[in-house]
Structures are given as C-alpha cells and as structure tokens.
C-alpha cells in the first residue's frame, strides 16, 4: 500500500500570507507512460464532505481559486496557499490515486493566526 | 450537476449489518467507476471501496474485504454498500464518490450518511 504522510498537521497563517503544506508518498505516484503523478488535494470545511482542488498534482479544478497551487513530482508534493483568506479555513488532504487501495494522507490542519 | 445522495445509515449493533445506498443523478452513472469513503468521527478519510462502471472489478481496503461488498445497479443509478459483521470501528460517516471514466480520481463526493456501531 502506498502511505501519504502529510506535515505539518496543522498551521496557523496570518490572512493575506501564505501557507505551504506538504505531502510524501512512500512510493512514487508518477506514471513514466504518460508523465502524470496520480495526485490530488482536497479541501474539507467542517460538517461538509471533501471539495477537489487539485488533480494531477498541479492541476487546479474548474472554479478553484488561482491562490491555490499544487506542485512536486514522483513522492513529494506542496500544496500552497498564496494569499490566505479567511474562507480557507479547512483540513486539506492529498489522495494518491495511482494503484489500490487507494490512499489518503493524514491531513493538514489550516487556521487564521 | 453531479447529486449524490446517501441513506442508510443509523445505529447498529457489532456483529449487525446494515445496506447503504447512493442515488446519483446529473451525470451517466453507468459511465463512471464509484468509491465509497469513509471518516471516523474527527478522524482523516479512508478510502474503502471500488466498483468499476459495469461492476466488473470491485476493489477494497483489507480492513473490509470479506465483510463488506459493493454493488451498483445502473438501471437504478444506484451505488450500494452491504455492510456485514460490524464492527465499533466501522462507525464514519460514509461517502458515495464519483470517479472518472480513465483514472479512480474522485472528482465529486456526496453529503455521506452516518454509521453508528454500538451496543
């Protein structure tokens, strides 16, 4: 199985500044056939299920705000934050989806310092 | 726009069993490989199964496999999870997720609906 180990579990961001997560897999999510990592983060608010942010890890879902951004290759990956608002407020989670079981991390922890 | 609507749920005894359904809409469901997802009560997500878009290949968690089965029945537009000798650790809220057509990515989640497993 591949385990995603995310850090820091949580962090505390001024709004306007940025905040970085990260996220290693302990195998590579890259598929050399068609140089795509199996990536993705997501982004939970509290009492409502996951929203997609990011797929192939630095492809940005339709809709998404363009101060999210995901980048990394192969077994680490970041998910940044660039100018935090207040409506980020949420756990955030990368998801391999390379082979199953399919696998989450752990999560990261986003609030307002 | 992609509706996934879960029921099912409620309070079980360990060793019970209980069918979770999800009732998908706005999109061609016999199209789409789903998953089911569940998460603990303050807890992260865990992924736990999946059922190809014909229900060819079904996949699962080893913490489930042979207790648990997915199903689909796209007539209905219809996911299921039969749910069989539960357990106190089995309680989450359960959620129907929509895959894609060429990768098991999750791209749309339900509400889920919430397990309780109890005496």
């Known amino acids: 199985d591949i385990v995603m180990t995310q850090s820091p579990d949580s962090l505390a961001v001024s709004l306007g500044e940025r905040a970085t997560m990260n996220c290693k897999s302990s195998?590579?999510?890259?598929?050399?056939?068609?140089?795509?990592?199996?990536l993705a983060w997501y982004q939970q608010k509290p009492g409502q299920p996951p929203k997609l942010l990011i797929h192939?890890?630095?492809i940005r879902e339709s809709g998404v705000p363009d101060r999210f951004s995901g980048s990394g290759s192969g077994t680490d990956f970041t998910l940044t934050i660039s100018s935090l608002q207040a409506e980020d407020v949420a756990v955030y989670y990368c998801?391999?989806?390379?082979?199953?079981?399919?696998?989450f991390g752990g999560g990261t922890k986003v609030e307002i310092k | 726009q992609v509706q996934l609507v879960e029921s099912g749920g409620g309070v079980v005894q360990p060793g019970g069993s209980l069918r979770l359904s999800c009732v998908a809409s706005?999109?061609?469901?016999?199209?789409?490989?789903m998953h089911w997802v569940r998460q603990a009560p303050g807890k992260g997500l865990e992924w736990m199964a999946f059922?190809?878009?014909?229900?060819?290949?079904?996949y699962y968690v080893d913490s489930v496999m042979g207790r648990f089965t997915i199903s689909r029945d796209n007539s209905k537009g219809t996911l299921y999870l039969e749910m069989n000798s539960l357990r106190a650790e089995d309680s989450a809220v359960y959620y129907c997720?929509?895959?894609?057509?060429?990768?098991?990515?999750?791209?749309?989640w339900g509400q889920g609906t919430l397990v309780t497993v109890s005496s």
């Open positions: 997720a929509k895959g894609l057509i060429t990768s098991y990515r999750i791209d749309s």
């Open positions: 706005g999109f061609t469901f016999s199209t789409y490989g």
């Open positions: 059922i190809q878009y014909d229900g060819g290949n079904k």
């Open positions: 195998q590579s999510v890259l598929l050399s056939s068609n140089n795509k990592n199996y």
């Open positions: 192939w890890a630095s």
């Open positions: 998801h391999q989806y390379y082979s199953t079981p399919l696998t």
